[in-house]
């Protein structure tokens, strides 16, 4: 069990005092991050073969977010792996031990220039398995459509990351952007299954759909195929 503490700022929040969950899922990156220096699987060791991790898909369930100047704690572990699948899970604490978000993914190891999957990877390494109670299932398959186009927008070179393509925590923002201020005054999220299909290069448009439900199915699409897909459920404040 990997962890590591922070303390929600002032540049990390909405408009309502809550950090966003894009930052949220951008320490929660940088905690595997450091995670898998410590065990050896970083992206620097990988590359020495020329392969990187990639995120597959991603479920989220939220009790409540942390706030501005709030204390909390990342917590991370992988999971058994599954064939060429392997989880990793993480959970979000308060100060007083109290578990305000609950997350499960799922990655694989790619050769970096044809993005194909490699089987085994790690042929000479035991990787480390451990279980938290908390644990949530492993992410879903999204099967859903969503045909009502929402709105078109263009990547920008700020969102690349060192693997030349749209970081993965950018893609909460073009989520829940589909809904504006005055929707988020009387609702919130409480989970987010996200499906990663295809990387998104830049530049690239984007054309975001919806199938106006709640839960609520969002698919992201460049040149007419699906990038993502994301399933969003809303409650009441």
Not at 86 to 108: A, C, E, M
Not at 117 to 136: A, T
Request: charged letters at 30%; proline letters at 4%; aromatic letters at 10%.
């Amino acid at each position: 069990m990997y962890k590591e503490k922070f303390v929600v700022q002032k540049d990390e929040v909405d408009a309502f005092g809550e950090i966003k969950i894009s930052k949220l899922m951008w320490h929660m990156q940088n905690v595997a991050v450091e995670h898998a220096i410590k065990l050896k699987i970083d992206r620097d060791t990988l590359m020495k073969d020329n392969n990187i991790w990639v995120v597959v898909r991603y479920d989220m369930k939220i009790n409540r977010l942390p706030k501005l100047k709030e204390k909390y704690v990342i917590t991370t572990h992988p999971g058994e792996t599954k064939g060429f699948m392997f989880p990793r899970f993480f959970q979000v604490y308060d100060k007083h031990g109290n578990l305000l978000v609950n997350i499960s993914s799922t990655w694989v190891v790619v050769n970096f220039d044809t993005r194909r999957i490699i089987l085994r990877p790690f042929k000479d390494i035991n990787l480390p398995v451990e279980h938290d109670p908390n644990d949530l299932e492993l992410p879903a398959k999204i099967n859903e459509e969503a045909t009502n186009l929402i709105c078109k927008r263009l990547t920008k070179e700020s969102e690349l990351d060192i693997n030349i393509h749209i970081n993965n925590t950018f893609y909460y923002d073009y989520i829940l952007e589909t809904h504006n201020i005055e929707f988020y005054k009387d609702n919130k999220v409480s989970q987010i299954l996200l499906n990663y299909e295809k990387e998104i290069t830049h530049p690239s448009e984007i054309e975001i759909y919806s199938n106006k439900n709640n839960p609520e199915v969002i698919i992201g699409k460049v040149d007419g195929n699906p990038s993502f897909l994301a399933k969003v459920e809303f409650t009441k404040k």
